[in-house]
């Protein structure tokens, strides 16, 4: 799967949450910057589970179509 989030090299990347919690707290309105690590957390989570979601309906529909051309045989058929 390709990662659907966008990165820019204008930024650096935090290593760990540690990491993204320390610049937090370095900037001079620390506040405001909380306020922004979260809303891009909570967006970057939403893309991500809106991939994985996409991706478990496509093999649950390759499945359905596995299924209607060669369904299985039970017991009782064997």
Not at 25 to 40: G, K, Q, Y
Not at 53 to 69: S, T
Request: hydrophobic share 40%; glycine share 2%; aromatic share 6%.
């Amino acid at each position: 799967m390709r990662n659907p989030i966008i990165g820019t090299s204008l930024f650096i990347t935090p290593d760990s949450i540690d990491h993204l919690e320390q610049l937090a707290e370095s900037m001079t309105n620390s506040a405001e910057a909380w306020r922004m690590v979260m809303f891009t957390m909570n967006y970057c989570r939403k893309l991500v589970q809106e991939e994985l979601d996409r991706k478990e309906a496509r093999e649950e529909e390759l499945i359905a179509m596995r299924f209607a051309v060669a369904p299985r045989r039970t017991t009782e058929e064997t």
